[in-house]
């Protein structure tokens, strides 16, 4: 059976993209799952390949398109300037211009099917925005590409997933975009995708309130009786088994988290601060809702770590992981669903992520 084709973009230049690609890629094991293709710039792979040590491991193959892929060696497309100047640790344009290059080849590539996933470094929201670039971040702008009606951002590790009603969205505009309408069709992405991307049986779904202490029965605010609460009944109606709202302040302190098979906080923040502070190593952004499977590491660029060596990979490498194990389960069930079968017959041969090996 061929392995699977997972595309990488490199994320800024100037970050810590390429030195948590090829740390994760300095794994045989990697390799041994998967056949890599990172889009960037060879250029800038070899000088920060030089900044890493025990990274012998690694023989590079440069092709002009996935098609070529050696699926032994990391594989690495040419998309961004072989001018583009290398300036770890420093938020140019330059740097802007390649991580929107590499992204943009990488979409390219996956919607002609030359590969079978997307795992995308980091980016400088701020900065890409200041080029041409007009999304707050890759969800935003792979909902567009794909033409999917609604996507869900979904930070997953273990155990543990949370998702968000709004993303990148200033807190002021919050309540207004808190509508029933979104909280149910984020409830529906995140119930269809723990049923066909993790493969989990009547997943259980906690909805966390938006204002302290839930409202307080309307004292402190009455988006809880008036929108979210009617939304849950909604989902409950349409058989999704969701519960809440629930007060956010007190939810992970107490370990409400691990009683559900995901959390759909209402904001950005207020999912985000949790579980990075719970997850940061080892957290996956997954885009959900989408015709394709992307993930990300759950950081961003880092430049105060960039050119040093220090930068953690294992965000990364948990990414090219969850990105192969959804690849997978969505290919199940969906056979199972084509199968006279009952869908409830289908169980994920998903293993935990802490089986895999972790990259010292």
Known sequence: MAKIIVGI??????????????????DARVLEMCTPVVYGSSKA???????????????????????????????IVNCVAESTPIEPGQQTHEG?????AALEKGVEELKAGLIDVLVTAPFNKRAVNEETFRFPGHTEYLV???????????????????????????????????????????L??????????FGIVKPKLAVLGLNPHSGDRGLLGEEEINVIAPAIKKANEEGILAFG?????GFFSINMQYKFDAVLAMYHDQGLIPFKSLAFDEGVNFTAGLPIVRTSPDHGTAYDLAGQG????????SSIYMAIDIFNNRKRYDEMRSNPLPVKEFESKERPHNHRPVVE
């Open 45 to 75: 792979f070899g000088f920060y390949r030089k900044q890493i040590s025990e990274t012998e491991n690694i023989n590079t193959n440069v092709v002009s398109s996935a098609k070529d892929a050696h699926p032994k060696r990391v594989n």
């Open 96 to 100: 802007s211009m390649a991580a929107i």
């Open 310 to 317: 220090k930068a953690n990979p294992q965000s990364m490498l």
């Open 245 to 249: 709202p629930y007060p956010p302040d």
């Open 144 to 186: 567009e590409e794909f033409g999917a009606k609604d996507g869900l951002m979904f930070l997953c590790a273990a155990n543990m997933r949370v998702g968000v009603a709004t993303n990148h969205l200033p807190l002021s505009k919050v309540p207004a975009a808190i509508t029933q309408e979104r909280i149910l069709s984020k």
């Open 188 to 197: 529906r992405l995140m119930n269809e995708s723990l049923l066909r991307d």
């Open 9 to 26: 973009t490199q994320g800024d230049t100037n970050g810590i993209g390429y030195e948590i690609i090829i740390k994760t890629l300095s």
